[in-house]
């Protein structure tokens, strides 16, 4: 009986845990490596700003080395319409989530630059009007600014 209650409880736990799993352990992450948490909403297969932003940003060699760098760590909340993109039912629900905390309007795309505590340093609302290159080199003063 014993075992059968900790079972339960550890799914009950287990389940409210992982609601914000990948904010939880960026936040972790990012405070171990001194790196900043870019948190991403976008709709990837109806939101056509959305999906030039991962075309002409985040998929670009500048924004890689980002992360390569241990500059960002990167989440993308996405919310695909289309039957045959949909999300694990634990991934929707974590994303509603992190929308719930960060994106509560409902914008897309909408970026978040956050730091490790998940405390928000800047947004950019729709797609930015910079390239690549100058949207990498604007998250690195943002980072620069905050180590100083």
């Given amino acids: 009986m014993k075992t059968l209650l900790s079972a339960i409880v550890m799914v009950v736990f287990s389940i409210g845990f ?6 939880e352990t960026a936040k972790k992450t990012a405070a171990e490596n001194k790196e900043l948490i870019l948190l991403n909403f976008s709709g990837s297969d109806w939101c ?12 670009t060699e500048d924004f890689k080395k980002l992360q390569a760098d241990n500059v960002i760590l990167y989440i993308n909340a996405d919310f695909p319409r289309n039957k045959k993109n949909q999300l694990s039912a634990d991934l929707k629900k974590e994303n509603a989530a992190l ?10 795309p909408y970026t978040l630059l956050l730091n490790q505590e998940g405390k928000v340093l800047k947004t950019w609302e729709g797609l930015p009007s910079e390239n690549a290159l100058a949207f990498s080199n604007e998250i690195r003063s943002v980072k620069e600014n ?3």
């Avoid at 992982?18 to 904010?23: D, E, F, V």
């Fill in 18 to 23: 992982h609601a914000q799993n990948r904010l």
């Fill in 48 to 59: 056509i700003p959305c999906i030039k932003l991962h075309k002409n940003i985040i998929e």
């Fill in 99 to 108: 929308a719930d905390q960060y994106n509560p309007k409902g914008l897309f």
């Fill in 146 to 148: 905050q180590n100083n």
